[in-house]
């Protein structure tokens, strides 16, 4: 192998598409990586001082003025595509140091703050509290409306996606587990199986689970939910948050209160939370970007000031 200075951007690029092609990513994750790079290699080889430099020569300096040359370019589209752009960059040279093919990583020390889209909104504990509270009430109305009250708790309790939730067969929520009751997240396809895992649940969504299999009269290979997530959010919305007291809530919303907790509860690793969330090294390291900025504590608190007053986007 080259040593790291002498082994040319181009040539870093195609050992790391090597690389990837090995990683168990989506097509689209795979293309992503790639373009970002390739978009930054573009930039350096059209600077006659640095398109000839070696992955070992590239500076922090170099990954500023691209991304200051991002931010002015109408065909970046969006602060969100730079965000991605530099998260991709961040995922390449950490791969290029732990590969040893370079000593120094340039875009560690690089910021997202010029950048970064707003942080999402996450309930606080007694917002959890009044929203569960609220959503047991309906539950036990006389309609019996079980589906926003499962949905949340397994939310709740796992992080899981919207997408990922609806998914959910009855035969998915294994209560009889020697250890302990979970939920079986899985992809019925093969470049996603990466994504599936088995995240324990609570006693308390053990309950509502059963309470809600028995309403709906869910056989193991039916649905566990039978509407859609716009119903579900819509009953959260219109039902559950003005009893509680919040100004929204999304499925989005339940899976960053998760996502808070189990990072300042500190009982995973980095990459233990990255397989817990079904993310990619760019998906991940997005959101751990942002769970950082959310867990400090001055502007964890300016942030909930502003999700009081704002809607928050959908999951």
């Not at 006693?203 to 716009?230: K, M």
């Amino acid at each position: 192998m080259a040593r790291g200075t002498e082994l040319a951007l181009e040539d870093a690029l195609l050992r790391y598409e090597q690389h990837l092609a090995r990683r168990p990513l989506s097509d689209n994750s795979r293309k992503a990586f790639l373009g970002d790079i390739r978009i930054f290699s573009r930039y350096l080889s059209g600077d006659g001082r640095a398109g000839n430099l070696s992955v070992a020569r590239i500076t922090p300096q170099h990954i500023n003025a691209f991304l200051a040359e991002q931010a002015r370019s109408r065909v970046a589209a969006s602060p969100k595509s730079i965000e991605r752009r530099l998260t991709s960059l961040k995922v390449f040279f950490r791969w290029l140091r732990e590969t040893g093919q370079i000593a120094l990583d340039p875009a560690d020390s690089v910021a997202y703050k010029p950048f970064v889209d707003p942080l999402p909104a996450y309930l606080s504990d007694a917002e959890v509290s009044a929203v569960i509270q609220a959503a047991r009430a309906l539950a036990q109305s006389a309609r019996r409306e079980l589906r926003p009250l499962t949905a949340i708790l397994l939310v709740l309790d796992t992080g899981i996606k919207k997408s990922e939730c609806l998914s959910l067969l009855a035969s998915d929520v294994i209560l009889n587990d020697p250890d302990g009751p979970n939920i079986w997240v899985r992809y019925d396809k093969q470049r996603l199986q990466f994504k599936d895992r088995h995240l324990a649940i609570s006693d308390e969504s053990v309950q509502a689970v059963h309470a809600h299999i028995d309403r709906y009269n869910c056989g193991p290979q039916d649905r566990l939910f039978d509407c859609t997530g716009r119903n579900l959010e819509y009953i959260f919305n219109r039902k559950i948050a003005p009893q509680a007291g919040v100004s929204a809530l999304t499925f989005e919303m339940l899976r960053w209160t998760c996502a808070v907790r189990d990072f300042r509860a500190g009982r995973w690793s980095s990459e233990q939370l990255q397989v817990r969330y079904g993310l990619s090294a760019v998906g991940w390291a997005e959101m751990l970007a942002k769970l950082e900025r959310l867990t400090r504590p001055a502007e964890a608190g300016a942030q909930k000031t502003a999700d009081d007053q704002a809607v928050p986007s959908g999951a």
